[in-house]
Each structure stands twice: as C-alpha cells, then as structure tokens.
C-alpha cells in the first residue's frame, strides 16, 4: 500500500470513529431534553405580550444551544486524547502509518461534526417551535385587534412587521453559527489543554476557566488597561491577553438576535475569521506538544 | 531461510539510549543504554528480560513512538522517525485495548481504514484475519464485552491485517490460556515460514525458546546476551543422549563405558513432558 504524508481518508476513518464513540456514550440524549425545554419555553408563560413571548423562547432556547455546545466541546474532547493515551488505544493508531497531526485533526473534526450534527437538529427543532408560536402569537394579535375594532390595514402591517422580526429569520441561524463557531474554539482550545494535561479532569477545568476568562476579556481589558495607559502597553496587553485565552466577545450577537436587531455580514465575517484564526492557532500548538509527546 | 543479502535489516538500533526526565528535584531515569541490535528480513528475533529492562521502550522506540535520547533506530532501513516507516509494521502492545464502543468487525475495519485499506477487500481481509484468530462469533459483538484472551486476539488480527512484513509482539501470550498461546505460537511459526520477519518479547521463555531464531537478553537498560538460540543454550561440555525402550541392563552398560572413558555420568532418568503440552492433551476436544 502506497503511503501518502497527508490522508483526507485516514482523517475522516478518525473523525468517523469520534463521531461514533460520542453518539454510543449516548451524549446526544441532549437534544431531547434541548427539544423538551423548546416546546415548553415555547408554550409557557402565554399571558406575556407577543414581544416577550417570542423574546423568552428565543433566550431559553439560544441558552441551551450555548450550554450544549460549550460543554460537549470541553468534556468530549478532554475524554478523548487522555483516554486514548490511558487504554493505550493510541500505540495501535499511532503504530499505523499516522501522522500525529492527522490524530488530531480527526479528533477536532469528530467533535465538531458531533456540534455542528447537533446544533442543526436543534435549530431545526427551535426553528420549528419559534414558527408555531409566532403564527399562534399573529393569530391571537390579529384576533384582538379586531375584537377592539382597530384591525387597520396600517395597524396590521405593523404586527406583521413586529411579530416578523421578533419571529423566525436568518438572523435566528447567523445566532446558531455564532454558537458553533464559537464551541469550535473552545474545542480547540481543550484539544490543545489535553495534548499537555496529565488527566482529563485538568483538561476539563482548565478550559472552563480559560472559557470563563474569554467571555470576559473585554471587561478585563476596561478594568486593568486605564485611559492614561500607554498605547503600547495597551496594545501588548491586549495581544497577550488574546494569546492566553480566546476573545469569546467576538462571538457574543445572541443578544442582538434576541432582541430582533440584525447581524450584519461584517460581523459575521469577524466571527468566522475569528474562529478560523483560533482554531488555527490552537491546532499547530496541539501539533507542536503532540509531536514531542512521548507515549 | 532469512535473507539478509538483497534487502536492507528489518530492525536496526544503534546505540539507543533513552533518558526519562524526571520532575524538580528528581534523578532522570534511564531505560535503555546504548543499545544495538539487528533483526535481519525473515528471522524471529525474541527479546527477553525482566520487567523494567527496558524492551518495551526499545519497541516504542523502533515504532517511533518514543524519540531516542541518542542513537537511532530503523524499519526496512527507514528511519522511525518516518511515518511511512509504519506501513509494513504490525505491531500488537502489551495488554491491548480498543475502543470498546466498536465491535471486533468495526475495529478492524477502522484498522485497515487507517492503513489505506478499503472496500470489498478490506471487508474480506478483516473477516479473514477473525477467522483466523477464532473471534468469527465475535464480529458483531461490542469490544467492551471482550475477553482478555479474546483482546490480544483481536491485537493480533489487526496487527496482521494490513499484511505487513514486520510483526512486532509485546507479551503476545499475556493474560492467554494455554490454546491460546499455543495458537499464537503456531501462527508466529506460520509467520516464520512465510518470511515474516517477527521482534517478540514474552516473559514464557519456553515458548521464545521454541519460535526464534536468535535472542536478546536485556536487563537495566543493556543488552547482556545476544546470538543464536541454539548457540546461546547449548551446554558446550554436556551431551544428551536420549533412548526409547532402552532396557536397566543397557543403560547400566552404557553408563560403564561412559565412565572407563573419563566422562562423568551426570543424570539419567525418564524424559518429562511439559506442562504446557500436558494440560493441552488432557483439555482438547476429540476430534468427531
């Protein structure tokens, strides 16, 4: 057999046996009680006003998308490189024509596979539930309106347009690409965490702390780096700040999304690169410990 | 017959040493000395010595899963360093585990996966080798529920699958009964006579005494002994004599000339067999 250095088959051999190792440790069970908490934000609390309505489906439901992602992307992949170098399922993989960096890149694509498999059946779950309750919320306003007698052509063009925005559109997936993008970091960053780490559970809580800490490197920046601060300085800090941990900020449209305002194409294109430079980053430093590594 | 003529080493260490680091405070720990060893195309080579002697550093090091402090090591005269040096290395490690979410079907297949094996011949050659190792009835069943026996066949099987023509075995017999480790010598027998070239490590010194052609004897970290296995245990100034039906009388004639030439008698007595060869006579089926 003829050996290549760089196998886009070896790779996704990996990533389809990560994929299938997280699916048979039954972590999807997840998206039923994801679809479970939908239906019942969607449903609950029907005395608010249609803007409220759809605002709460809308927050309880990105919540749980978040929560699913961020975890799955620090414990999955924590679990998978100690417990590989633990069962020492690593020396049969590694004793095949492997190169590391195709054990990792399948490890990483694996776990995002299983994120971006996940969160597209919940988006399509939410989406669904967002849609009935949005057509239920017109209906019932509709029905009001004309009850008061004020059903006017202006007036109903106006709950159109409202309960439209507050409703399902693009914007609700640009939200579910800002999660992904953003577990993928996050993914990354534990892959590079467990390349070094002595057991998963280091692995685990040092990336929710890095996690943590991502989320709040703006307000770390406001706090440490004060007006009078040199502008270098500034500018140092804020480089070192973005090495250690990961500007998660970036990633930060749901409130937008929320409350019906739009993600413009630059700042998706920010998120994306964004994601695209950590996850990059995270790889070839994972590539760099993972090659010395002695097994 | 091994040939070394034509094709370069199978296994080649040079002067391998390798140095553990240890934390603040701690002395490093060295595993292997300066070790050299040659294992030509086509030979079994055994390598034996007490835990902590270092063989299994210089297996992960020939495997290029350990880098060496010093000295180097090559397959098929490619360095380990390579990764291509892998692709006619079969290697089963000491007490193997595999994913246990897969069963003995999808392991190998994920195996051959990896060694660029696919399709119709990848599903037959994997079907072929759980033959071959008796887990047939464990194709479909989940890993976790394996056996350790029914492990190291598995290893086994996946260290074959690619048709490789290096076989590197860590304790291939470990938590085996006595069937099985009489299999697995019979296959590394098969393997022999294929030209498969074989490195083995094994603490059951008769069955190393019974497959290899020569043998490395490691202890702290140094090789002490290395050669021929019939060079190596050969008793240069004893000679045995073995007799069927041979009658007191004949025996005590025999041992009368022995002596009135200057030879010093020194045991005589019934052979034994072995223990091994035993228990599988008393355990195995008869044949219908």
Sequence with gaps: MKYHSFSPARIWTLAAATVTQLVRMKIMAFLVVFCVIVVAAGFAFPVMNPEQQLKLLKDVSFGALQIFSVVIAIVSTALLLPRDLEDRTLYTILSKPVPRYEYLLGKLIGVLLLIGAGLVLMDIAFSAVLWLRQSLVLAQSIAALKQEGVATPEALAQLNEFVGKQGLTWNIHLGVLAIFLKASVIAALSLMISCFASSTLFTVVISLLVTIIGHGQGLIREYFFSEGMNQIMKKLGSALLAIITPDLGVFDVLDNVINGELVSAFSAGVMVGTAAMYVTGYLLVSHLLFVEKEL | MPDSTSSPPAVTVENLTKVFKSGLGKQAFVAVRDLTLTVQTGEV?????PNG????????????????TM???????KSSIEVESRSDVGFL?????FYKHLSGLETLLFYGRLCSMSGRDLQDKAREMLALTGLEDAADRRVGGFSKGMLQRLGLAQALLHEPRLIILDEPTAGVDPAGSRKIRDLIMGFKESGITVLVTSHLLEQIQEVCDRVGIMAHGRMVREGRLDDLIAVENETELILADAS??????IRAIAESKGAKWIRSGHSRTTLERLFLESTEEPKS
Excluded: H
Excluded at chain 2, 45 to 49: A, D, H, M, T, V
Excluded at chain 2, 54 to 68: D, E, F, N, Q, V
Excluded at chain 2, 93 to 97: S, V
Excluded at chain 2, 248 to 253: D, K, S, V
């Design chain 2, 45 to 49: 080579y055994g390598l034996i010595g």
């Design chain 2, 71 to 77: 000295g180097k090591t090559t397959i098929f005269g």
């Design chain 2, 93 to 97: 490690p000491e007490n193997p585990y």
């Design chain 2, 53 to 68: 002697s270092g063989k299994s550093t210089t297996m992960k090091a020939i495997l290029g899963l350990l880098s060496p």
């Design chain 2, 248 to 253: 007191p009388e004949l025996l005590a004639e």
